[in-house]
């Protein structure tokens, strides 16, 4: 198959190379040359714009940094991309915007889902995403295949904007469970308990999350958790902090009581603030540690 893919960031070009090693053939574009050197050199056809790449493709797969990103992108691809290619934004962005898109596609006569994702840079690279996805059912099952070549679940959250609105309830949930995480092993440690062994304990019993289990927040538990290399993400605080606002938004707009996720965004806001926008999310361990 033929697919475009608009966008390649540390998301996107680990995603990319997954459908070329899938056999797909993969029109990458990239305003950043950094980034269309690395698609090119992992099995990508370099394409000179977006329109290029969007010539003949029977899929349009895009990964942007924000709704305005999204909007602009698809306004060019509505007009050059085929009808018959099924679009799928991979974006993570605000549900209006998402429910805008999707209806400005349907105008068009494209099929399109909104397909944000779980698993962060690492999930990208490896493949083993998932995918929460909004749309008709028809447009999902013609997204399905081609997303489970870069994920290990593809899943049908609704209709348009329903992939948005399940990413940014998971993302304001995670970030919940990584500050209590945190905290957790802070106290641990004024109480004399070692990490390794408050891990075994809480591991093993109700305090278990994925927090906990797979993204360990201090170093040693868990090899593979960005704890291990110094905080480098995995999933940048600031990347927490524009979905954490996605979610204040939502939660403004639908009158939901979120005090818990207020409190995330505002520890995340401070976190970011003071220098480590760019290091990974669970570094919010060293300011609990610190207590400021």
């Avoid at 290619?85 to 105008?107: F, G, K, N, P």
Wanted: one cysteine or more; hydrophobic letters at 50%; proline letters at 4%.
């Amino acid at each position: 198959m033929k697919i475009a893919f608009i966008g390649l960031g540390h998301m996107g070009s680990g995603m990319a190379a997954n459908l070329v090693s899938a056999g797909h053939t993969v029109q990458a574009f990239d305003l950043s040359e950094a980034a269309m050197t690395q698609a090119v050199a992992d099995g990508c056809v370099a394409a000179t714009s977006l329109s290029q790449a969007c010539a003949d493709a029977e899929a349009v797969v895009t990964m942007l940094p924000a709704g305005h990103h999204v909007v602009s992108v698809y306004a060019q691809v509505f007009v050059h991309a085929p009808t018959a290619a099924i679009l799928m934004d991979c974006s993570t962005i605000d549900v209006e915007t998402a429910r805008q898109v999707a209806a400005q596609a349907s105008a068009a006569g494209f099929d399109m889902v909104d397909a944000p994702v779980s698993g962060g840079v690492a999930g990208a690279a490896a493949g083993t995403l998932t995918f929460m996805c909004g749309g008709t059912q028809a447009a999902f099952n013609r997204a399905e295949p081609i997303l489970a070549r870069m994920g290990k679940a593809v899943i049908h959250a609704g209709d348009a904007g329903a992939g948005q609105a399940a990413k940014i309830c998971n993302n304001m949930l995670l970030a919940i469970t990584m500050i209590g995480t945190c905290e957790a092993f802070a106290l641990a440690e004024k109480l004399g308990l070692k990490d390794q062994t408050f891990f075994d304990i809480a591991s093993k019993a109700s305090g278990q999350s994925w927090s906990m289990t797979s993204y360990c927040p201090v170093p040693g538990p868990v090899p593979t958790s960005p704890a291990n290399k110094d905080y480098q993400p995995g999933f940048a605080a600031a990347l927490m902090l524009k979905d954490l606002t996605l979610a204040m938004q939502a939660a403004g707009q639908t009158a939901a009581d979120t005090p818990l996720g207020a409190k995330a965004h505002a520890l995340y806001e401070a976190l970011c603030s003071q220098g480590h926008a760019a290091q990974d999310f669970s570094y919010m361990m060293e300011r609990i540690r610190r207590g400021a």
